[in-house]
T-cell receptor, first 114, second 112 residues
Framework: NAGVTQTPKFQVLKTGQSMTLQCAQD?????MYWYRQDPGMGLRLIYY???????DKGEVPNGYNVSRLNKREFSLRLESAAPSQTSVYFC?????????????FGSGTQLSVL | SQELEQSPQSLIVQEGKNLTINCTSS?????LYWYKQKYGEGLIFLMM?????EEKSHEKITAKLDEKKQQSSLHITASQPSHAGTYLC????????????FGEGTQLTVNP
């Protein structure tokens, strides 16, 4: 049981380049989330998806786009990377068996934009 | 939107001492999560609280959610170096499918 899988684990981009961070969960969860974590800071919500086909903005959505491709996958796209987007990105998911289930996290993607 | 404030931002204690970390919300909490993170690593789930007045314990860590469901505290008894790390509280603004945001974290150092 893999849980939440993120790829890649590390990435270096040049300013202006684009890339997509991939996230997949195998727990049949409805809700999925993308967070960023800057050094010494907490997690800031970028986008989330309550269910397949829906996405909503979080606290810091500017410069990002997301796609909930199906129930398993939720991708995060940087169209034109900026140094301010250098961060560690975490994907997470949770189910709906109870109104508030445990949030499962991926292992993170360390992104550097030069 | 919901804002979570953690206090203190950082804490240095001597091994063996007790400590408390607080998490205060600007809105009613529908679900409160506590996670721990070692430097440069992923997030470790500690506890989740849902009901006002609820209290949960795991080993030497106890978390409570107050009756009005706007504040939670995390208490560590007889701290050890293994407790060092960043503690993050996260909260849901409603039922499943709602936003889930986090506080800025509390960095704990435990000196031997």
């Amino acid at each position: 049981n893999a849980g939440v899988t993120q790829t890649p684990k590390f990435q270096v981009l040049k300013t202006g380049q684009s890339m997509t961070l991939q996230c997949a969960q195998d727990m049949n969860h409805n809700s999925m989330y993308w967070y960023r974590q800057d050094p010494g800071m907490g997690l800031r919500l970028i986008y989330y998806s309550a269910s397949e086909g829906t996405t909503d903005k979080g606290e810091v959505p500017n410069g990002y786009n997301v796609s909930r491709l199906n129930k398993r996958e939720f991708s995060l796209r940087l169209e034109s990377a900026a140094p301010s987007q250098t961060s560690v990105y975490f994907c997470a998911s949770r189910g709906r068996r109870q109104s508030n289930e445990k949030l499962f996290f991926g292992s993170g993607t360390q992104l550097s934009v030069l | 939107s919901q804002e979570l404030e953690q206090s203190p931002q950082s804490l240095i204690v001597q091994e063996g001492k007790n400590l408390t970390i607080n998490c205060t919300s600007s809105k009613t909490l529908y679900g409160l999560y506590w996670y721990k993170q070692k430097y440069g690593e992923g997030l470790i789930f500690l506890m989740m609280l849902q009901k006002g007045g609820e209290e949960k314990s795991h080993e030497k860590i106890t978390a409570k959610l107050d009756e009005k469901k706007q504040q939670s505290s995390l208490h560590i008894t007889a701290s050890q170096p293994s407790h060092a790390g960043t503690y993050l509280c996260g909260a849901s603004e409603g039922g499943s499918g709602s936003r889930l945001t986090f506080g800025e974290g509390t960095q704990l150092t435990v000196n031997p």
